[in-house]
């Protein structure tokens, strides 16, 4: 589940990808029904600002500020900025202007653990998990927060500040030389990854309806 921001031209290139992807797959009868009424749209409710206020258990939120992939080929892809005013900033993050970390810091309305790492997922690594130089939050770590949400050991809710002021992150900075053929292999590497995902969701799903039938 992805909460994709308009572009800085202020299209909204991936809802389309979305909408196919929907289709493609016949999703529509999987996705929830609470949601899928109370919207023309069924691709809609792949996004969480339509999907999450239908969901009645306790949910757990990991995101970065900025995720990386989504700066570069979602928010500022190339054809929002044929100018180039954005290529030092996404080139290197320290060379991005006050506006232009005000415009990737946004205004969230709910958060959880969301602090100001230029990064692309936190959670799989032991690294950024929970390590000693791992990234932290008024001293916790992702796995910290996590626990004390999961054990109702408090609110839970931490957003950072704006970068740079975050000097625990594993910012994750784009190399100018890499091929598009690199660029392919990651997309392709993501792709694998959903599939295997949606793999295990459809299994989850086939298992409860014979365990039903079962019953």
Same mark, same amino acid.
């Given at each position: 589940?992805?909460?994709?921001?308009?572009?800085?031209? @202020?299209?909204?290139?991936?809802? *389309?990808?979305?909408?196919?992807?929907? $289709?493609?797959? @016949?999703?529509?009868?999987?996705?929830? &029904?609470?949601?899928?009424?109370?919207?023309?749209?069924? /691709?809609? =409710?792949?996004?969480?600002?339509? $999907?999450?206020?239908?969901? &009645?258990? *306790? /949910?757990?939120?990991?995101?970065? +500020? %900025?995720? #990386? /992939?989504?700066?570069?080929?979602?928010? #500022?892809?190339?054809?929002?900025?044929?100018?180039?005013?954005?290529?030092?900033?996404?080139?290197?993050?320290? $060379?991005?202007?006050?506006?232009?970390?005000?415009?990737?810091?946004?205004? *969230?309305?709910?958060?959880?653990?969301?602090?100001? !790492?230029?990064?692309? =997922?936190?959670?799989?690594?032991?690294?950024?998990?929970?390590? *000693?130089?791992?990234?932290?939050?008024?001293?916790?770590?992702? +796995?910290?927060? #996590?626990?004390?949400? %999961?054990?109702?050991?408090?609110?839970?809710?931490?957003?950072?500040?704006?970068?740079?002021?975050?000097?625990? !992150?594993?910012?994750?900075?784009?190399?100018?030389?890499?091929? %598009?053929?690199?660029?392919?292999?990651?997309?392709?590497?993501?792709?694998?990854?959903? @599939? #295997? /995902?949606?793999?295990?969701?459809?299994?989850?799903?086939?298992?409860?309806?014979?365990?039903?039938?079962?019953?």
């Amino acid at each position: 589940m992805s909460f994709f921001r308009d572009d800085i031209s @202020g299209n909204n290139s991936i809802r *389309p990808f979305f909408s196919s992807l929907v $289709a493609l797959q @016949g999703a529509e009868k999987n996705l929830n &029904k609470d949601c899928l009424n109370s919207t023309l749209d069924p /691709y809609l =409710c792949f996004f969480p600002q339509y $999907a999450l206020q239908n969901i &009645k258990t *306790p /949910y757990f939120i990991l995101n970065s +500020a %900025y995720d #990386v /992939y989504q700066f570069h080929h979602i928010f #500022v892809p190339p054809s929002s900025d044929p100018r180039g005013h954005w290529s030092r900033c996404k080139a290197d993050p320290s $060379a991005c202007s006050t506006l232009q970390i005000a415009t990737l810091q946004g205004e *969230p309305e709910v958060g959880m653990f969301i602090n100001s !790492c230029f990064a692309h =997922c936190q959670s799989e690594l032991q690294d950024t998990w929970f390590a *000693p130089n791992s990234p932290t939050l008024d001293n916790e770590t992702i +796995a910290e927060l #996590v626990g004390d949400w %999961y054990f109702e050991r408090g609110a839970a809710q931490e957003i950072d500040c704006a970068y740079p002021c975050d000097s625990t !992150c594993h910012n994750i900075i784009p190399s100018n030389q890499v091929s %598009y053929w690199e660029m392919q292999m990651h997309m392709q590497g993501w792709v694998f990854e959903f @599939g #295997v /995902y949606l793999c295990r969701v459809y299994l989850f799903i086939f298992s409860h309806d014979i365990l039903q039938v079962g019953n």
